[in-house]
């Protein structure tokens, strides 16, 4: 935040907008993703094994 203005002999201070609701969650989504899939590589990589799938339960 930084000075915006003078009024009438005081400081005014610029108030930053909150990121909305939907903002936090795509960023909450993305973060989550990239944990799920660093979990796989690391797993992959530390096992020296091919990637095998769950199957799909039907």
């Keep these: 935040?930084?000075?915006d203005e003078v009024v009438d002999g005081e400081i005014v201070l610029a108030v930053e907008q909150p990121r909305t609701?939907?903002?936090?969650?795509?960023?909450?989504?993305?973060?989550?993703?990239?944990n799920k899939n660093a979990r796989i590589i690391w797993a992959?990589?530390?096992k020296g094994?091919?990637?095998?799938?769950?199957?799909a339960y039907t």
């Design 21 to 34: 609701a939907p903002d936090d969650l795509v960023l909450l989504a993305t973060v989550a993703l990239a």
């Design 44 to 46: 992959i990589l530390s």
């Design 1 to 3: 935040m930084g000075f």
């Design 49 to 55: 094994q091919d990637y095998q799938p769950a199957e």
